[in-house]
């Protein structure tokens, strides 16, 4: 048989392609941890836990879990530094902990990416990659060759899957929401009304009025997610399209709204919150990423995956500033800045031309 000799870069690259080939290992473990409730396991005893002690809380009485498969799917996580395991001095069994990353998997935290790891990795979620060559060679929109109807549609007819969808983005609309009222107190602290445009059940502008409760909240989103809204003091629910019309008021709030639709609808969506808000003192504040090509910060990287999510689950993409700049400038914003806050999106708060 041939030898075969590989440079140390030959031998990289390959390792680099074994990788990735089986990088959705990550996702189906870090799942799997979520649904049997591993973090919320360990945190609810206050310290580390056994293996076995883990697993005795799995089922509780009902059955014995398979502890050789937990040990191996938790021993991918540890690598991948989600959990950690501490050896006892005393030579006992191995104690697994939390780490900063799995305390963003607990079920009833405020802080929390739980429900985005069952929505994204749902198998509704999953099918349209499947479809990116597809894309490639014929146009169209991945969803929709997957499911024969776009999100909104397929949320609209589906309850669960829309309670899927709807507790995703409300779970980064949490943390999100707290970033945004620290971080952006000037360009609240003036505003007497605000419509939170696309801002599902509401998290987020229940959040602002209560902190500002001289700003009239209106929240407006598709009618049937509007429709699970609980009711928020402040706060009104108004279910449209926000390509027909938007409601009136001193400013917009778009928060991952955007990125969900090609330039043109992104235009489209702009002239009418021109249209809803005052020429002289309106505004509006989009939440977004900015993605920057060379960007090196701890967020920098994501933006790009969530690109690559925009292909598969909408029709819209991440933009550069560049690619920000001329949309605003379609949709009658010439002017425009923007503001870094500690959080995966940034604020570009844009101003309507005369």
């Not at 002289?280 to 690559?308: A, C, M, P, Q």
């Amino acid at each position: 048989m041939e030898r075969i000799e590989l440079d140390e870069a030959m031998l990289q690259g390959q390792a680099e392609i074994w990788r990735y080939l089986y990088s959705f290992a990550d996702s189906m473990a870090l799942k799997c941890a979520v649904e049997l409730r591993i973090a919320d396991i360990i945190h609810s005893n206050g310290g580390p836990l056994t293996l076995s002690q883990i697993a005795s809380c799995i089922n509780g009485d009902l059955t014995s879990p398979d502890i050789t498969t937990l040990a191996r799917i938790m021993r991918l996580l540890i690598r991948r530094k989600i959990f950690t395991v501490h050896h006892p001095s005393d030579g006992g069994d191995l104690l697994y902990d939390l780490t900063h990353s799995s305390r963003w998997l607990l079920h009833d935290s405020e802080q929390t990416l739980m429900p985005m790891v069952l929505m994204e990795n749902h198998p509704l979620q999953m099918a349209p990659w499947h479809y990116f060559s597809q894309c490639v060679k014929e146009g169209g929109f991945a969803f929709k060759k997957a499911h024969g109807c776009e999100i909104w549609d397929l949320a609209s007819r589906n309850p669960d899957f829309n309670k899927l969808f709807n507790d995703g983005l409300a779970c980064t609309s949490k943390f999100l929401t707290s970033v945004i009222l620290s971080s952006y107190k000037q360009g609240l602290s003036s505003i007497g009304s605000l419509v939170d445009v696309g801002g599902g059940t509401g998290g987020l502008i229940s959040e602002i009025v209560k902190k500002y409760p001289h700003i009239k909240g209106i929240n407006f989103d598709l009618p049937h997610v509007v429709s699970t809204a609980p009711t928020y003091n402040g706060v009104s629910h108004i279910g449209g399209d926000l390509f027909h019309a938007i409601p009136n008021a001193d400013a917009v709030i778009l928060k991952w709204i955007l990125h969900c639709w090609g330039d043109e609808d992104c235009i489209k969506i702009l002239r009418n919150c021109k249209k809803a808000i005052p020429r002289e003192n309106g505004k509006v504040i989009i939440v977004e990423i900015i993605l920057k090509e060379d960007g090196s910060g701890v967020f920098d990287e994501i933006g790009f995956l969530l690109d690559l999510v925009m292909i598969a689950h909408a029709n819209g993409k991440e933009r550069t500033e560049a690619e920000w700049k001329k949309i605003l400038e379609g949709g009658g914003f010439s002017h425009y800045k923007i503001i870094n806050i500690p959080a995966l999106a940034s604020i570009i708060e844009a101003y309507p031309d005369a």
